[in-house]
């Protein structure tokens, strides 16, 4: 669970970027600028996909961590990961689905 834990937290970092780069882009397109934001596109793609998957992941680590609550079985998973995870789950429901 430790491990799952931390790529999960990897796949919401992944998130916060690919946000950041959609940000970017809009402003660039509304400026006029056609420039990519990262110049390199197997980066770019990496990081999308690894921001698209974030929903699913963290949605089973949530569950995984509230099962784990509920039947009193206790793992050394740090708190400001689970913290971070469960604030990126919002983030990510608010996202995907809440903003369309």
């Not at 596109?41 to 680590?61: C, D, H, K, Q």
Request: charged residues 15%.
């Amino acid at each position: 669970m430790k491990f799952f834990s931390k790529f999960v937290f990897i796949c919401n970092l992944c998130f916060l970027v690919t946000v950041a780069m959609h940000f970017v882009d809009a402003g660039n397109n509304a400026r006029g600028k056609t420039d990519v934001a990262i110049a390199v596109p197997f980066v770019e793609g990496t990081m999308a996909v690894l921001g698209l998957i974030s929903l699913l992941v963290n949605a089973i680590f949530c569950l995984l961590l509230l099962l784990m609550i509920r039947s009193k079985v206790v793992k050394q998973i740090p708190i400001w990961i689970v913290i971070f995870n469960f604030i990126a789950l919002l983030a990510e429901v608010y996202w995907y689905i809440l903003d369309k």
